[in-house]
């Protein structure tokens, strides 16, 4: 009886290969203030599908569009700039 076997690499990924990289999950980590900051945005936009909006409600949004901007400012400010690097 004659064994079938692949001659192609497999199409989908092997079990170790699944899982996120140190570098991936480094990076996840240093987005995560702006993925929450996003998260609590869209749920304030969310809150407003089915109502009218509030005084309260624009507050909320307003408040969770700056925390957004600072976040990204902030993420901004950690990434080293090519420029520092080479010189």
Do not use: Y
């Not at 990076?27 to 929450?36: D, K, L, R, T, V």
């Not at 609590?40 to 949004?61: Q, T």
């Not at 569009?65 to 520092?84: E, I, W």
């Amino acid at each position: 009886m004659k064994s079938i076997v692949a001659r192609q690499m497999p199409v989908t990924a092997l079990w170790p290969d699944l899982e996120p990289t140190d570098a991936e999950l480094d990076a996840i980590e240093a987005e995560m203030p702006i993925i929450s900051a996003e998260v609590e945005l869209l749920d304030a936009l969310i809150a407003l599908l089915d109502r009218p909006a509030s005084e309260f409600d624009g507050r909320r949004i307003c408040r969770a569009h700056r925390r957004v901007l600072a976040a990204r400012r902030a993420a901004a400010n950690k990434a080293p700039t090519v420029a520092a690097e080479v010189a």
